[in-house]
Nanobody, 119 residues
Framework: QVQLVESGGGLVQAGDSLRLSCTAS????????MGWFRQAPGKEREFVAS????????NYADSVKGRFAISRDNIKNTFYLQMISLKPEDTAVYYC????????????WGQGTQVTVSS
């Protein structure tokens, strides 16, 4: 499995920006897909965005398209979630995750970081 360590959460106001980071270790990542998920209080965890490590193909939930951008730094073994125009409904615990490109299941997870957007 891949070990994932997140950072970058915090309390911001609506309309602000925030960048989350997730540093990976333990495996060569060229065959992995990296993702961001979030879970708001009382709700199920939902997919936010993903990126293939090798080709940098990206995918986004409709709710964040145009506002969030996922990227990765191959040298730092780190991937990011840049969030702009944040809304109160973006408030959640954000998790980074990883899965093998041939698998549908994410099997490595970060510890989670709280993002709170005040109105």
């Amino acid at each position: 499995q891949v070990q994932l360590v997140e950072s970058g959460g915090g309390l911001v106001q609506a309309g602000d920006s925030l960048r989350l980071s997730c540093t990976a270790s333990g495996r060569t990542l060229s065959s992995y897909v990296m993702g961001w998920f979030r879970q708001a209080p009382g709700k199920e965890r939902e997919f936010v965005a993903s990126i293939t490590w090798s080709l940098r193909n990206t995918n986004y939930a409709d709710s964040v398209k145009g506002r969030f951008a996922i990227s990765r730094d191959n040298i730092k073994n780190t991937f990011y979630l840049q969030m702009i125009s944040l809304k109160p409904e973006d408030t959640a615990v954000y998790y980074c995750a990883a899965r093998r490109s041939y698998s549908r299941d994410y099997d490595s997870w970060g510890q989670g970081t709280q993002v709170t957007v005040s109105s």
